[in-house]
């Protein structure tokens, strides 16, 4: 059975059509991986009778010669994304019991397009996080571990249930969203694709809000191609979400052979960083001589305002967060802990339903929107977000067709190793995807190498606005010329028939 | 603010005269079917949270999505107010906690509104007319209704109000007494009403008034201001603004100064409270609404709009007046209600003829109108038709009926007799005027002969003829045609 989740999503869509297996048998091999991963805490909800129901339907479908593009495929979802008659909780104790009475545009499609659902997954409390150690359902574990160590290591965040769950076989693909690289970083730190599309190809619509104006819902997958296959599923217009653009959705899978002979890839100076490991500027290096050896040219190029991209994105990011999570005040869902009066009411239930991360990142974004500090920060944080869209655009106008670089400034970390004391060290994470939110640019995380400890790392590549389709010819050409990483071994399954003792 | 009260205008306190400085923001519900950012139904009444969609009720994840038929309103609404039409503007956030309001913000016009400068011409008086400038209309969202009075232990909260479009429409300090703050809000109305963009009823909160209050002597600059919330009566703004305007001169007066805040007007008590002082203020963090891109149209689409806008209430009057030789005070009148400028033209035209339009205008602004305001109608909604307007100045017109007899014919009109034609009437109660010479000459013999010691007095002091006139139109039941009385009685009487 385990040999049938060990395939690719390609892999297994194909073998679906050829009725090689069902649906349902594809579900329940990988309900049982699930079952015996519990130890890292991927999922919030598993949703197996849903997840068996839907692929019935899917076989039903395959007989009928009604296959959809994702038809039998198993996925999770993202527990950001709301998901009907199914607990939604955005990794917080604020929505506790709160079960939508709708669908998200971006899972609809999928269910639209015959993927069947398996559960929802853990991520960083509000998506604000990049260790998915914020979660009140507690922190994922990575299903890697540095080599000779079982210290528990982070799968990145906030995206890490997604990240661990693709990584450990857990599912064929996932849904995640990334704001600042909570798809890239933690795909990054799993070995696995994430593509965070340009703001507005996906619709945003029934995903929990963070910072409305970055947020962004992108798949994480094994392969290039299967990134590419759940991308075109999950893209679209929707008029329920204006800000979602109206322009069609090519076959991303179709761009995969296209080649780079010929492409222009620029390599931005300011990305270059102090402090950053040897080893992720020689995997830099490497990316680039791949490039350049499949027919790229490269050039250096230059984003003057890189670096203040990440002072900007925590000024924009908790500024639109404290606004948007106002809604959670205990008056219509989720958890209420009564005061003496409304404002008591409020007060207790904030403190009480918000983690430490969140209730800091809303003191932060009502401090920078409050009168007499708005044009101090906010305004100022928003000139810098045109100039640091600006540096893309000369860029591009100068005929580079997308920037590569890497996706995070180090290996994935152990718990409690980073933040615990100065959160602004967490933060840093992001100081090679922000920039792509800001700019509202597509980015792609592609596994490269592994580090010195055994942990992969990630190359980050950036495109034109709705030109996902070069990032993704890009990332194909990366990933087969770099090193195949075998996959984390299965430290957390329990020893051969234990589960049969399971009550 | 340049703008200097006639002394008439000034109030007298113990030191000394006053001029009270007034400017309003007017809360005008939008017509629409739908809410300004969602489908859910905009209908008045309904169970609660009956018209409640996912937006209104502020789900996670939940997308607002920008109503197009709010944007037509306020965009026909500013032309109406002859105002800059801004072809780019943004929408914010105005973020603050209360229980009706779900999304914990506001989504408003804040930095850059709709709809800019414009300016309102209003009659105060038969012979005073003012201008009154509109600073902005912006579009913004109503919130929802807290209910204290279902449960002894909690407040239950309606949403069916929540995301309703409204239209702030936020004048200039331009008005300088209550009566010009009336006027201005009547005609506000009026204008609304016209558009079609808010159906104007302040009873069910459709519109609603913050009143800015403030005092100056004479030529000094403005003074500190108080702001009224939501004063839901053109009665009772007037009635605000002087309980306040007297407050502050009392203040002053005692050698305190005015603390800007926010009140409520307690029309019971006939009084202004303090709600919260300026310290209070709430900080409401406005930011531009992320979830909505600045709202963009183009010239031709404003220009689309102008073309269909109905005639508005100023140049329908300038056409009374030149159209129909109406006073401007009459043509005034008659347009402030649509429906009732309507019902004029429908009754001057009546039948393809057309009649002495001042005639049919004094009905109209004289008995049938006193009639319309016994019973709280307009002139339209009452049950009389303009065709029965039309037949009855037909009937005055060509002396069927004297303009008393008129009267009578109305009230049969309004009492027995409410579809009859005034014709028929007439005919059937043989209430035609007796306009032949010879009854009338016989009449006027008659009453001479029996009162000669009245004819002596008369033809000494004519201003008898009164008398005369009055008996004469007793003995023919009041249909004699008073004119031919007066000819016959002065030639008989010879004075």
Redesign the interface.
């Known amino acids: 059975m385990t040999t049938l989740t060990d395939l690719t999503l390609a892999e297994a869509r194909d073998a679906l059509l050829r009725k090689d297996f069902s649906a349902v048998e594809l579900a329940k091999a990988q309900l049982a991986e699930i079952e015996q991963a519990r130890a890292l805490n991927a999922f919030i909800t598993e949703t197996p009778a849903k997840a068996l129901a839907m692929a019935e339907a899917s076989d039903a479908r395959i007989a009928r010669g009604e296959a959809g593009p994702l038809e039998g495929v198993p996925l999770g979802v993202k527990d950001l994304?709301?998901t009907e008659g199914v607990a939604?909780t955005?990794a917080s104790h604020i929505?506790e019991g709160?079960k939508?009475?709708?669908e998200?545009t971006v899972s609809a499609n999928l269910w639209r397009d015959g993927a069947v659902m398996l559960g929802k997954l853990n991520l960083d409390e509000f998506a604000m996080g990049s260790s998915n150690e914020t979660s009140y359902f507690g922190p994922v574990v990575s299903p890697w571990r540095r080599q000779g160590s079982d210290t528990k290591i982070v799968p990145g965040g906030s995206s890490g249930g997604s990240a661990a769950a693709v990584a450990a076989r857990l599912c064929f693909g996932a849904t995640a969203t990334d704001t600042g690289g909570s798809i890239r970083q933690p795909a990054a730190f799993t070995g696995t694709v994430g593509i965070k599309p340009t703001y507005g190809r996906c619709s945003?619509?029934?995903?929990?809000?963070f910072?409305?104006?970055l947020d962004q819902a992108g798949p994480i997958a094994r392969t290039v191609r299967d990134a590419a296959i759940l991308m075109r599923s999950m893209a679209g217009h929707d008029?329920?979400?204006?800000?979602s653009v109206d322009a069609p959705v090519p076959d991303y899978e179709a761009a995969l052979s296209r080649g780079v002979k010929g492409m222009k890839i620029g390599i931005p100076k300011e990305y270059r960083i102090q402090g950053v490991p040897a080893e992720i500027d020689a995997l830099w290096e490497q990316g680039v001589a791949w490039l350049k050896d499949a027919g790229a040219t490269i050039v250096d190029i230059s984003l003057p305002h890189t670096r203040y991209a990440l002072p900007a994105y925590y000024i924009v990011a908790p500024?639109?967060a404290?606004?948007n999570?106002?809604?959670y005040?205990g008056?219509?869902?989720g958890l209420r802990v009564p005061g003496k009066d409304?404002?008591g009411m409020?007060e207790e239930t904030r403190a009480a339903g918000f983690g430490k991360e969140v209730r800091r990142r809303i003191m932060i974004g009502?401090y920078v929107?409050?009168?007499g500090y708005?044009d101090a920060y906010?305004v100022r944080a928003q000139k810098i977000r045109t100039l640091i869209k600006q540096d893309f655009d000369r860029a591009y106008a100068d005929g580079v067709d997308a920037i590569l670089t890497p996706a995070t400034p180090s290996a994935a970390f152990g718990f409690g190793e980073k933040g615990s004391g100065d959160p602004v060290e967490m933060y840093l994470n992001d100081v090679f995807t922000v920039t792509v939110n800001m700019a509202g640019l597509p980015g792609l995380a592609v596994p490269a190498g592994t580090s010195s400890e055994g942990l992969p790392l990630g190359l980050q590549l950036i495109g034109r606005p709705f030109d996902e389709e070069t990032l993704f010819a890009l990332a194909s050409v990366i990933e087969k010329a770099a090193p195949k990483i075998a996959p984390p071994p299965k430290w957390w399954a329990p020893p051969v028939g234990f589960a049969d003792t399971l009550p | 603010m340049t703008t200097q009260a006639k002394p008439s205008k000034l109030i007298k306190g113990a030191t000394g005269d006053f001029e009270i400085v007034i400017g309003m923001e007017i809360h005008a519900q939008v017509t629409s079917r739908s809410k300004l950012f969602s489908g859910a139904s905009t209908e008045f009444g309904g169970e609660p949270n009956a018209h409640v969609s996912?937006v209104d009720?502020?789900?996670?994840?939940?997308?607002?999505?920008?109503n197009q038929e709010c944007v037509a309103q306020a965009v026909r609404t500013g032309l109406g107010l002859e105002a800059q039409i801004n072809l780019r503007s943004v929408f914010d956030?105005k973020?603050y906690?209360y229980?009706d309001l779900?999304?914990?913000?506001q989504i408003s016009q804040y930095k850059s509104p709709i709809v800019g400068e414009g300016i309102v011409a209003v009659d105060v008086s038969p012979t005073e007319q003012i201008k009154v400038g509109i600073e902005r209309l912006h579009l913004e969202q109503d919130a929802g209704k807290s209910l204290h009075d279902q449960s002894a232990t909690e407040?239950l909260?309606d949403l069916n109000r929540s995301g309703v479009a409204l239209m702030e429409i936020v004048s200039k300090p331009d008005m300088r007494s209550s009566d010009e703050a009336r006027a201005y809000v009547t005609k506000l109305r009026t204008i609304l009403r016209y558009i079609g963009s808010c159906d104007g009823n302040m009873e069910q909160g459709s519109l609603r008034a913050d009143v800015n209050v403030s005092v100056r002597r004479p030529g000094e600059p403005l003074g500190t201001r108080c702001e009224i919330k939501n004063v839901n009566s053109i009665r009772f703004i007037g009635q605000a603004i002087e309980v306040e305007a007297r407050r502050q001169i009392g203040v002053i007066e005692d050698g305190g100064v005015v603390q800007q805040e926010t009140r409520l007007f307690d029309p019971g008590r006939g009084e202004t409270r303090s709600m919260r002082s300026k310290e209070e203020a709430h900080?409401y963090?406005?930011?531009p609404?992320?979830?909505?891109?600045p709202l963009e149209f183009d010239q031709a689409y404003v220009d689309a709009l102008k073309a269909g806008l109905p005639e508005l209430p100023d140049a329908k009057k300038e056409r009374f007046i030149t159209e129909y030789g109406l006073p401007a005070y009459d043509a005034g009148v008659l347009v402030a209600d649509k429906e009732t400028a309507d019902y004029y033209e429908a009754a001057v035209r009546h039948g393809g003829a057309t009649r002495d339009p001042k005639l049919v205008a004094n009905w109209l602004t004289g008995d049938v109108a006193a009639y319309a305001n016994s019973v709280g109608l307009s002139v339209a909604q009452t049950h009389i038709k303009p065709g029965q307007i039309a037949s009855l100045v037909d009937l005055i017109a060509d002396a069927t009926i004297s303009g008393k007899i008129a009267k009578d014919v109305l009230a049969i009109l309004i009492g027995d007799e409410k579809d009859a034609d005034p014709k028929d009437i007439v005919a059937a109660r043989g209430l035609q005027q007796v306009t032949d010479t010879g009854a009338i000459a016989a009449a006027v013999d008659a009453i001479i002969k029996a009162n000669p010691d009245k004819v002596a007095q008369a033809q000494a002091k004519p201003s008898m003829l009164g008398w005369f006139v009055g008996q004469v139109m007793k003995q023919t039941g009041g249909k004699a045609n008073p004119q031919a009385v007066n000819d016959e009685l002065k030639a008989k009487l010879g004075i």
């Open positions: 994304y709301c939604t955005a929505l709160f939508p009475a709708y998200s945003r619509w029934g995903i929990v809000a910072a409305s104006s008029p329920k979400d204006t800000t500024a639109e404290s606004s999570l106002a809604r005040d008056v219509r869902y409304i404002v409020y009502a929107l409050s009168a708005y906010y | 996912l009720a502020a789900m996670p994840g939940m997308l607002p999505v920008i956030r973020n906690f229980p779900p999304q914990g913000y407040s909260v900080d963090r406005y930011f609404d992320p979830d909505l891109l």
